[in-house]
């Protein structure tokens, strides 16, 4: 019998998040698209102001927000998705409104019914740092936003308006961009939650299908020592003469070495056998994915270390996981399981609609983490090869020493 300790994958200390990171991608992408074009509508209202302010400063800042709006599109569209994107639209916003006496040419003040033409950077600059709560400076510059449009628009610069008509204002740049952060911590709580519920369910397929290949590993040690010790009793029963003594004699002493190499398997902890890991392994695939075509070839009895199983393990399950969230509904999926003398090979494939690796998050931890990570730890290889609507294949391989 077997007797194997799998220890829970390390990666698991890491936070995996596919849904949440998904939902980021979303909100950065929104963001920089609904700055763009507040940053026209900055435009429209700004350059009827022109002659209120001194040009220097008045087409330095202003500038400086476009730039900054501008270059977000291409950080949430096409580059990393830094989140740093934020900070920076957040701080030049800010930086223009405490140096706003700059803009003041002390010629022509704003006139009453016109509102600074900052006042329409305000909201998305508010936004850009409440996506970062419950960090306590996110907090900070949502409560000194407000504060500092009051007092904006109560100076000559900001058109002096009266106190009920800073107040109202005030509110308004505080309760909007407000509401909008809230709704986006609710959708990033939600994805938080199925990140959960998703790396609850493929870690339960993955653990069972590792206590799965120790329980067919044991009932396959089992069977050897069964068919060694009843052929010694046998041979032993039929012993007529003096020839098949000696050949129940060297039965016996078989018998006796195979049990004795059983303890040791026992011991050793290297006991799952390729061929008890691709049947686990491939009754655990049916159960994420009833639908899934699973084939399995050239499975040995060669024993494989706890921790090459739980690895192989686990980068399948996710492999397969990430297929069935992101491949499109109609996806089918295909493992093929493949082992000979010099490696083993398991191949996760779909006919969905694909993805470009190189636009991949960093914090995408799924691939990442769970897959490239976990295979290489244990001197394995991945390979993934996948066209925009073509589908997808994850290749693991693994060297047999």
């Known amino acids: 019998m077997t007797n194997v300790q799998l220890q829970p994958p390390r990666y698991q200390t890491a936070q995996r998040s596919l849904a949440l990171a998904r939902v980021d991608s979303l909100i950065g992408k929104a963001f920089s698209l609904v700055a763009l074009v507040s940053g026209g509508e900055t435009i429209a209202n700004a350059l009827p102001q022109a002659n209120h302010f001194n040009p220097w400063v008045f087409y330095g800042t202003l500038g400086a927000l476009l730039t900054v709006q501008v270059i977000n599109v291409f950080n949430f569209w096409f580059w990393s998705a830094s989140l740093m994107g934020y900070v920076a639209h957040g701080a030049v916003v800010m930086l223009l409104m405490v140096t706003w006496p700059?803009?003041?040419?002390?010629?022509?003040?704003?006139?009453?019914?016109?509102?600074?033409?900052?006042?329409?950077?305000?909201?998305i600059a508010s936004m850009a740092i409440g996506f970062h709560i419950p960090k306590w400076w996110a907090w900070a510059y949502m409560a000194a936003m407000p504060m500092v449009w009051f007092w904006i628009r109560t100076q000559p610069s900001g058109g002096s308006a009266s106190l009920g008509e800073a107040v109202q204002e005030t509110a308004f740049a505080t309760l909007f961009p407000a509401t909008v952060v809230a709704l986006a911590q609710l959708l990033r709580s939600s994805a938080a939650r199925v990140d959960q519920a998703t790396i609850i369910a493929t870690d339960a397929a993955a653990e069972r299908a590792r206590l799965d290949a120790v329980e067919r590993e044991r009932s396959r040690i089992d069977a050897l020592v069964h068919d060694s010790v009843l052929t010694t009793l046998i041979v032993a029963a039929n012993a007529q003469n003096e020839e098949q003594q000696k050949a129940a004699k060297l039965s016996a002493e078989l018998a006796l070495n195979r049990l004795a190499t059983a303890?040791?398997?026992?011991?050793?902890?290297?006991?799952?056998?390729?061929?008890?890991?691709?049947?686990?392994?491939?009754?655990?695939?049916?159960?994420?994915?009833?639908?899934?075509?699973?084939?399995?070839?050239?499975?040995?009895?060669?024993?494989?270390?706890?921790?090459?199983?739980?690895?192989?393990?686990?980068?399948?399950?996710?492999?397969?996981?990430?297929?069935?969230?992101?491949?499109?509904?109609?996806?089918?999926?295909?493992?093929?399981?493949?082992?000979?003398?010099?490696?083993?090979?398991?191949?996760?494939?779909?006919?969905?609609?694909?993805?470009?690796?190189?636009?991949?998050?960093?914090?995408?931890?799924?691939?990442?983490?769970?897959?490239?990570?976990?295979?290489?730890?244990?001197?394995?290889r991945v390979f993934i090869d996948t066209r925009i609507g073509q589908g997808t294949s994850i290749i693991m391989e693994w060297d047999v020493r």
């Open 102 to 123: 700059l803009q003041d040419s002390h010629i022509n003040e704003v006139p009453l019914e016109q509102k600074p033409w900052i006042w329409w950077a305000t909201g």
């Open 263 to 380: 303890g040791a398997d026992v011991s050793s902890n290297q006991t799952i056998s390729v061929l008890s890991f691709f049947q686990a392994l491939g009754e655990s695939i049916l159960r994420i994915d009833p639908r899934c075509d699973v084939s399995a070839s050239g499975a040995t009895a060669h024993p494989l270390s706890p921790e090459v199983v739980a690895a192989l393990t686990d980068a399948t399950a996710q492999a397969l996981s990430n297929s069935m969230a992101h491949a499109g509904r109609k996806a089918t999926r295909k493992v093929r399981l493949k082992a000979n003398e010099r490696e083993i090979k398991i191949v996760v494939t779909d006919d969905g609609v694909g993805f470009r690796p190189s636009r991949v998050p960093k914090n995408r931890l799924g691939l990442r983490i769970s897959i490239i990570d976990r295979v290489e730890a244990i001197g394995g």
